[in-house]
C-alpha cells in the first residue's frame, strides 16, 4: 500500500471546499461587488443627505439605479436644493 504525501491531502481537501463554496454560490443571492444592499428607508436617509454635486458626480447608470431605489420625488428634492 503506498503512502500519500501530507500535501496531496491538503490539495484534496481544499478541492472538496471549494466544491462545496461553488455550490453554495450557486444558491446565494449575492450583492453584486462594489455595492451594497440597503432598505428603501436607509436609502432615503443617505439621499435626504446628497448634495446636488453628489448627484452630478453619479455616472448616469448609477443615477438610473438610484431614481430605480427611492424614486423620482426624492432625486427632484436633491435637486430642487440647489435652488
Do not use: C, W, Y
Not at 16 to 21: C, F, I, M, V
Not at 28 to 39: G, I, N, R
Not at 64 to 81: H, P
Request: glycine content about 8%.
Amino acid at each position: 500500500m503506498g503512502k500519500t504525501s501530507e500535501f496531496t491531502e491538503v490539495v484534496r481537501e481544499v478541492a472538496q471546499e471549494g466544491a462545496k463554496l461553488r455550490a453554495q454560490a450557486a444558491r446565494a443571492h449575492p450583492v453584486p461587488f462594489m455595492q451594497e444592499k440597503l432598505s428603501r428607508r436607509d436609502a432615503l436617509n443617505r439621499v435626504g443627505r446628497m448634495t446636488p454635486q453628489d448627484l452630478a458626480e453619479m455616472k448616469p447608470e448609477e443615477r438610473g439605479a438610484l431614481i430605480k431605489e427611492v424614486g423620482t420625488d426624492a432625486v427632484l428634492g436633491i435637486i430642487r436644493r440647489s435652488r
